[in-house]
């Protein structure tokens, strides 16, 4: 069954508006999670390494105030996109680690974010 | 940069043939490679992984295959299905991000089944 859960699976929102999406690891407690975004029909591009009780890591290029990570709890990441605009429309991916040393990533199905 | 690339951007294969999956890798660092299935609207699924100190690795009905000398991955799915068709990524540990290694993914292959 699915060990990473996003919410919501797709949302709309008008430029200039702000956007949460939730990231939960249902199966055990997470002190790393990941966000990647994908632009259709092109592959996963990471954005940021999002660590429990602590700020994130954005990769080069991410804006860090225009995407912000919190990691609240061991079980759940959340990002805001900030004042949406229609270029930040995207597919959001959040993942979490397995549990071997090998950094094998375990995926949420996805947030579908539309800014008008 | 480093980069994991791809073959064949597309693959169409019969349904109950064999497909094989190409990837190209660069980083020489890399000692992980995954490779995950995307279906359309969904997030990617862990298929099969592969530590360098192997070459080979079976799953049900999925073989990954690592040819370190020419840095090339495969993944070979036997008796192909239906729901085989999805976008097929390889995966790679060896680039550093900002928080340490991090996954560098291919490209992508599309896996057309022809009934």
């Known amino acids: 069954g699915a060990v990473v859960s996003q919410h919501p699976s797709w949302v709309i929102c008008k430029s200039g508006t702000s956007v949460k999406i939730e990231c939960r690891s249902l199966?055990?407690?997470?002190?790393?999670m990941f966000w990647y975004r994908q632009f259709p029909k092109q592959s996963l591009m990471l954005m940021a390494t999002?660590?429990?009780?602590?700020?994130?890591?954005?990769e080069q290029g991410v804006e860090k105030d225009k995407f912000l990570i919190n990691h609240a709890s061991l079980t759940l990441s959340t990002l805001t996109v900030t004042s949406a605009h229609p270029e930040d429309s995207s597919f959001y991916i959040c993942?979490?680690?397995?549990?071997?040393?090998?950094?094998?990533?375990?995926f949420g199905p996805g947030t579908r974010l539309t800014v008008l | 940069g480093e980069s994991v690339g791809l073959h064949l951007p597309t693959l169409s294969v019969q349904e109950g043939d064999n497909s094989i999956i190409n990837c190209a890798y660069s980083?020489?660092?890399?000692?992980?490679f995954i490779w995950y299935k995307q279906e359309s609207g969904k997030g990617p699924q862990f298929i099969i992984d592969?530590?360098?100190?192997?070459d080979k690795r079976q799953g049900q009905r999925v073989t990954v295959l690592l040819n370190k000398t020419v840095k090339h991955l495969s993944l070979q799915i036997a008796a192909t299905q239906p729901g085989d068709s999805a976008v097929y990524f390889c995966?790679?540990?060896?680039?550093?991000?900002?928080?340490?290694?991090?996954?560098?993914f291919g490209g992508g292959t599309r896996v057309l089944v022809k009934p």
């Open positions: 993942s979490r680690l397995g549990q071997s040393s090998y950094n094998e990533q375990f």
């Open positions: 592969i530590r360098s100190n192997m």
């Open positions: 999002s660590n429990e009780g602590s700020k994130a890591t954005y």
């Open positions: 980083n020489s660092a890399s000692d992980y």
């Open positions: 199966d055990f407690q997470a002190t790393t």
């Open positions: 995966a790679e540990n060896g680039a550093k991000g900002a928080a340490g290694n991090k996954l560098t």
